[in-house]
């Protein structure tokens, strides 16, 4: 039975805190130098029904650091885009490649397709969740600041994907998580329900900062939300994220961003160049932190 990685739910609190390590570890090896191939002749398809600058590089890249490669497969000139089930899609694809990494809308997509596939099946990104941004926030976090067992976090915006795999990730990771957003904008009711010992809300942003250690935020409009931007814009005026917001947090607080970011929506021009933003390792973090992913669902190493 192959391992899938859908949401941060897939592995327990011990392998994540395994594999943020072992991100480190290969980002070291990978500064001195040390070549280091566990998956020389394997290959990694990646499926993109969304756009994506961060996620396809740095799998890309983690496959040829690997000694193996990786098929970029998009809807346009594949027959998923003309309508081939996603069962006999998971079928075909994984008796060739060795693992599959999709990119999609609907989170039962990606719960599909691994039902059926016979390789490991790495989300990445559902209109629900982004669990590969997680592990690179949480080795950003660790390298920066060490353990965030017992931190506060505070989740500034819309209650999306990236804001549900921080409430995995409060439970995985035992931090306490404020969400701070207008009303009508909170998390999945069930979601929260089954996080009320670690998740909070709290709609007044400057009381949700305050003694912050980590202070993230996304787009307000999320990719498939297009149409929504303008009514977004004016729900969350208010909620960007400043220095002078962040001067409310802990003095050791640091401030992240999945990207791409909207400068001068959720986020400030000069937040992004504050001394507090970590969003550029945060950014190179996922290059070392799928490779420890990958490791780990391909070798079984842990
Ligand atoms: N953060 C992130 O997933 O970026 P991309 O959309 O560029 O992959
Ligand atoms: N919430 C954003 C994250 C992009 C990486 C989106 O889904 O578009």
Same mark, same amino acid.
């Given at each position: 039975?192959?391992?899938?990685?859908?949401?941060?739910?897939?592995?327990?609190?011990?392998?994540?805190?395994?594999?943020?390590?072992?991100?480190?570890?290969?980002?070291?090896?990978?500064?001195?130098?040390?070549?280091?191939?566990?998956?020389?002749?394997?290959?990694? @398809?990646?499926?993109?029904?969304?756009?994506?600058?961060?996620?396809?590089?740095? /799998?890309?890249?983690?496959?040829?650091? /690997? @000694?193996?490669?990786?098929?970029?497969?998009? +809807?346009?000139?594949?027959?998923?885009?003309?309508?081939?089930?996603?069962?006999?899609?998971?079928?075909?694809?994984?008796?060739?490649?060795?693992?599959?990494?999709?990119?999609?809308?609907?989170?039962?997509?990606?719960?599909?397709?691994?039902?059926?596939?016979?390789?490991?099946?790495?989300?990445?990104?559902?209109?629900?969740?982004? +669990?590969?941004?997680?592990?690179?926030?949480?080795?950003?976090?660790?390298?920066?600041?060490?353990?965030?067992?017992?931190?506060?976090?505070?989740?500034?915006?819309?209650?999306?994907?990236?804001?549900?795999?921080?409430?995995?990730?409060?439970?995985?990771?035992?931090?306490?998580?404020?969400?701070?957003?207008?009303?009508?904008?909170?998390?999945?009711?069930?979601?929260?329900?089954?996080?009320?010992?670690?998740?909070?809300?709290?709609?007044?942003?400057?009381?949700?900062?305050? @003694?912050?250690?980590?202070?993230?935020?996304?787009?307000?409009?999320?990719?498939?939300?297009?149409?929504?931007?303008?009514?977004?814009?004016?729900? /969350?005026?208010?909620?960007?994220?400043?220095?002078?917001?962040?001067?409310?947090?802990?003095?050791?607080?640091?401030?992240?961003?999945?990207? +791409?970011?909207?400068?001068?929506?959720?986020?400030?021009?000069?937040?992004?160049?504050?001394?507090?933003?970590?969003?550029?390792?945060?950014?190179?973090?996922?290059?070392?932190?799928?490779?420890?992913?990958?490791?780990?669902?391909?070798?079984?190493?842990?």
């Amino acid at each position: 039975m192959s391992r899938h990685f859908l949401t941060l739910n897939d592995l327990t609190p011990d392998e994540l805190g395994y594999l943020i390590q072992r991100a480190i570890e290969l980002k070291t090896m990978l500064r001195n130098g040390q070549s280091h191939e566990p998956l020389k002749g394997k290959t990694l @398809g990646m499926i993109f029904e969304k756009s994506s600058t961060r996620t396809r590089v740095s /799998f890309e890249v983690a496959m040829t650091q /690997f @000694g193996g490669a990786s098929i970029f497969l998009s +809807p346009r000139d594949t027959q998923l885009g003309r309508g081939e089930p996603i069962e006999d899609s998971a079928r075909v694809l994984s008796r060739m490649v060795d693992a599959v990494m999709i990119r999609t809308f609907d989170h039962a997509t990606v719960e599909t397709f691994a039902a059926h596939s016979a390789v490991p099946v790495i989300n990445a990104l559902t209109d629900d969740f982004h +669990p590969c941004q997680l592990l690179a926030d949480m080795q950003t976090f660790v390298e920066h600041r060490g353990s965030i067992q017992g931190k506060k976090v505070v989740w500034v915006g819309d209650g999306n994907n990236m804001c549900a795999s921080y409430m995995n990730a409060a439970r995985q990771f035992d931090f306490e998580l404020v969400i701070s957003c207008p009303d009508g904008f909170a998390p999945d009711e069930d979601l929260l329900t089954r996080c009320t010992d670690r998740v909070s809300l709290e709609p007044d942003v400057r009381e949700a900062v305050k @003694g912050a250690h980590l202070v993230v935020t996304d787009v307000w409009a999320s990719m498939g939300q297009e149409d929504e931007q303008q009514e977004r814009m004016n729900a /969350f005026e208010g909620f960007q994220v400043t220095p002078e917001l962040m001067d409310l947090a802990d003095p050791e607080a640091l401030f992240m961003h999945c990207l +791409p970011a909207h400068r001068g929506e959720e986020v400030s021009h000069e937040m992004m160049d504050d001394p507090r933003a970590v969003v550029w390792d945060e950014a190179e973090n996922r290059l070392h932190a799928q490779k420890a992913l990958l490791e780990f669902l391909l070798t079984g190493q842990h």
